[in-house]
């Protein structure tokens, strides 16, 4: 059975940082695609960042270059999305993915996907 849980969400103010983490089981291995992607309740989830975890290959959202970095803990078995100067805009619930196949330049995680139960993020002006 994959499990995949999401933690450190939280409410800031606008222009701090963040930091979420993907955990999953059973552990991570070379072959594992993972991503983070936001939904706002109302409308459609979207990709905020992706990782293969084979080669290290990542991609980030336009809308948070710069701001976001997505990473593979030394044990390969934790994501972290670093989130730096957070705008009232990246508010949303942030749900971790996980698959074996990825297209990190497309942000795309292909079936089958696992997610985790998403960790709520507030910024607030």
């Known amino acids: 059975q994959i499990e995949v849980e999401e933690s450190g969400g939280g409410s800031v103010q606008a222009g701090e940082s963040l930091t979420l983490s993907c955990a999953g089981s059973?552990?991570?291995?070379?072959?594992?695609?993972m991503g983070w992607f936001r939904e706002i309740p109302g409308n459609d989830r979207e990709a905020v960042a992706v990782?293969?975890?084979?080669?290290?290959?990542?991609n980030v959202a336009d809308s948070v270059m710069g701001r976001f970095t997505i990473s593979v803990d030394s044990a390969k078995n934790t994501v972290l999305l670093q989130m730096n100067n957070l705008k009232p805009e990246d508010s949303a619930i942030y749900y971790c993915?996980?698959?074996?196949?990825?297209?990190?330049?497309?942000?795309?995680?292909?079936?089958?996907?696992?997610w985790g139960q998403g960790t709520q993020v507030t910024v607030s002006s």
């Open positions: 990782i293969y975890v084979g080669d290290g290959s990542t």
């Open positions: 059973p552990a991570v291995s070379d072959r594992k695609c």
């Open positions: 993915g996980r698959s074996y196949s990825c297209d990190p330049s497309r942000l795309q995680l292909y079936p089958t996907t696992y």
